[in-house]
């Protein structure tokens, strides 16, 4: 049927794509949320990669950040509280013509959704995924997080919050097969739109870590973090190479080869300063996606032959005797 | 001198002293400690049996655990092998013959009664004078207890045998066994050998040889020892048929059916269904994911269905009980997905391995809110096979979840089924890349059936967001009150729409009458045969077996009204009518008598039980009698 494969891949007409394309709804974030950020990147990056919208998906859970899909011109799945990923994997098992992305909170990466965080990174399936980790759960109204910091007063913790938080970066760069790990805050837009332009080129498992704000509920949470001083550039000539004026403003740099995964550990337990760029990048990883692609064009004939080949091996040939029964 | 001098002894006969018995059907039963192999004897004396066309319906004895403490009465492992002159249907009741390989294991199914009081036991004798002072006084007792009562016991010197061919007889006296019962049932050497060929065919010769030597033994001996023979004549087979267990089937029917995602998580007594497709799958394109958890497995099968063919997720109950906010989802935002329910007892962990209908009402309304599904079960093990087919069409036409509720007593009975001629229809389509023409919505509803087209990525302009939450036709989140009203009235139509699609079910027997049994999924062998029986009794009795619970044929209550008692039959709890502390006000039902209550309002009454067992037909028919007398 019209000369498609099995795999989808067919060839689209030469068309452009321009900005407004991969818009859709107004966003009905709160004025000065780091959503907003996020989404302009993406789409930014939507365009100048010329993502066909109907072959692109955006895959989310449920909370502020995955809103996210209803604000894109692209395909897109709202889903369930945590189970962005695993939804996302069975979009991408058997469409690799399909750019995949997912958008989370640290409500449903790091908590209701652990278990698939974890094994995501383990399958390294060819996608990127995003963790919008404002460390608060802003929807049901400002409750602690796994990743809220200790202290921290919210309306399950009126006293403050008496554990230290889960580091998303340390416990992503702990799971065998991990791939691509980058770090950003969703005010450096420029350095988010080249690590996310990374995530989309890297094949495998993309996670990237956004410090994203809540100016709602916990407007200061991140105010330490605002001073350019606070932020540790990573740069290699095989990670980021930012621009002159970036590397003037945030004058910490390190020269961090993402090959480096002990470094990249170390990095990821800093307490002092934020590491922003690629922390961990593997591309001889086994990707699950494609260790399970279709080998071959399967026909019809194909099919009723490993059908007949079942059937024959408890096969009953007729017999004689009785009334018989069919 | 020892009572068990007193037993049967075994000695070498004469010429002419044996005649062959003409039986019209047998209950066979081989049990041993798990891993000794009696469920592959099984297996294969139900294989060479149907191949000489016997009816047959095999099912497995399992234990719960992987290594239970050997010679333990609640650790039998083993087979039930039900043949007969006839087609059967059922597992049957009490075992006319029971090959034990320790007496414990026989324990365990002579005090769970599952043996005819005069069954014959053949029983191995190494434990006689075994080593072991314990063991030796344990089983001198057990056979002093048996001596007791009717049973025909003889003392076999199975190892002993063995050891003249291979140097560890645990692993080999099953074949042995079976050549016994080859013997035994007059059955053609040639066609045995044939069976341990093709079960050890992916082991080589090297394999193959020696079991044939065992097999060959047994034979042998039981012709020279046994002082009995029985022959069951053939049924006749008119076409080629297949013999094979329900998971099997159910396997080889997602494979028909075209579907190209299978993802799981193991779960007893479902998983051995993946097990066989993941041996196959690949070779039509399809993919079996293990995933890291029940729900996760639903979630990946949501995905692969939205960005392609419908796919599907096979479970059991407390899976089912997992994967439920999945499958909000899938019928909220009209996804298609087949789901396999292998039933097992619940509720919680409950009995892992043995059989339930428990699920009925669950996979009816476990969702939270109105989420309409469809939900099917088979009946037998060719319906297990066309299911997956069937469920697959329907969910895509339909856009909605398809349950198919199977059991434990399905997943490992074997029973022969014409061979299905491969039809193309039954494979889904490839995926539409289409153009979305300017004015089609996500969800365009029709008017009068709720039905829409589903639009897939890929599809140049029909780029939406798909939601769980309330939401238009054009996929859009629902602000206004009147949308959600709308949509839910959409999604509940299908189902209406769906349900005209049904063809009423026959009764079986005569159209009115005293009683009508109501059955659904495995019971219906077992159901038919009981009422057969007993309308040869004179009793006016019918039944009626539904493959379709929700949702449910026209005309089933014109068919309820024709008779005087209506109840169901069912293998799940409900309160017993006999006990005076429930009354109408606290009684409460079993899971399809509930649901007819409700939906006829017809006084439906209900026998059920959570034995974990199969039923047997007789406890149908005492239960029939008692009603009418």
Known sequence: ????????????????????????????????????????????????????????????????????????????????????????????????????????????????????????????????????????????????????????????????????????????????????????????????????????????????????????????????????????????????????????????????????????????????????????????????DDAKRRKRFVTSEMRKNVLENAFNKILIEPVSGGNGHA | MDKVEALAKVSPLAAGEKKKVLLKEHIIEIVSDAGEGAQKAGQAFGAISAKSGNGIWTVEIIPAEIQPPPRSKVGGSGNRIRIGSFYITNAGDEADLVVAFNEQSLLGRFESDNMKPNAIVLLEDKWRDHADPEIKKMYREGLDELSKTKLRIYEVPMEKECLKIVQNPQRGKNMWALGMLCSIYSRDLEAARNEIRLTFAKKGEKVIAPNIQLLESGYAWAEENLDFKFEIPSAGIKDRQIVLNGNTALALGVVASGMDVCAMYPITPATSASHYLSEIFEHVGGVVHQAEDEIAAAAFAVGASYAGKCAVTITSGPGLSLKTEVLGLASMAEIPLVVVNVQRGGPSTGLPTKVEQGDLLMSLFHTHGDAPKIVMAPATIEDCFYAPITARKIAETFRMPVYILSDANLATGQQPFMKPEFKEEWVAPPFDQSPVPEDMAPYDWDEETGLSSRIIPGQPGGMHTLTGLAHSRESKVAYDPWINQFAMEKRSKKLAAFQKTLQTPKVHGDKKGDLLIIGWGSTLGVIEEAVDAACEKGYSVSSLHLKYLQPMASGIKEILQQFKQVMTVEINYSDSYKDKFFDENNRRYSNLALLLRARYLIDVDCWSNVFGQPIKPHSIIDMIEERLK
């Open chain 1, 1 to 288: 049927m019209f000369g498609i494969n099995q795999n989808c891949e067919i060839a689209l007409p030469d068309t452009y794509y321009t900005l407004e394309e991969y818009q859709s709804n107004v966003p009905r974030w709160c004025p000065g949320c780091g959503d907003n950020s996020i989404l302009t990147s993406v789409q930014r990056l939507c365009r100048d990669e010329q993502l066909a919208p109907e072959k692109t998906v955006f895959v989310s859970g449920i909370g502020c950040s995955s809103r996210f899909p209803h604000y894109m011109g692209t395909d897109g799945f709202h889903g369930l509280h945590g189970r962005a990923l695993p939804i996302a994997e069975g979009i991408k098992i058997r469409r690799p013509d399909l750019d995949v992305f997912v958008n989370m909170g640290d409500g449903d990466c790091c908590s209701i959704g652990t278990a698939h965080w974890i094994h995501a990174v383990r399958y390294n399936m060819n996608m990127v995924a995003m963790l919008h980790n404002n460390e608060i759960y802003g929807l049901t109204k400002l409750q602690v997080s796994p990743t809220s910091p200790q202290g921290l007063v919210t309306n399950t913790t009126p006293t403050g919050s008496p554990l230290k938080p889960i580091k998303p970066l340390s416990v992503t760069l702990g799971i065998s097969n991990v791939s691509f790990v980058a770090q950003v805050g969703e005010w450096m837009p420029e350095m988010m739109y080249d690590i996310i332009k990374a995530a989309y080129h890297h094949r495998g498992f993309s996670f990237i870590h956004i410090v994203q704000r809540c100016p709602h509920f916990t407007p200061h949470m991140f105010d330490h973090l605002m001073q350019p001083e606070s932020i540790l550039m990573l740069q290699h000539e095989d990670g980021l190479n930012s621009s002159e004026t970036m590397l003037k403003t945030f004058k910490n740099h390190e020269n961090h080869d993402p090959s480096n995964l002990n470094r990249a550990r170390e990095l990821a337990e800093k307490e002092d300063l934020l590491p922003v760029g690629i922390l961990y990048r593997n591309e001889n990883v086994e990707v699950y």
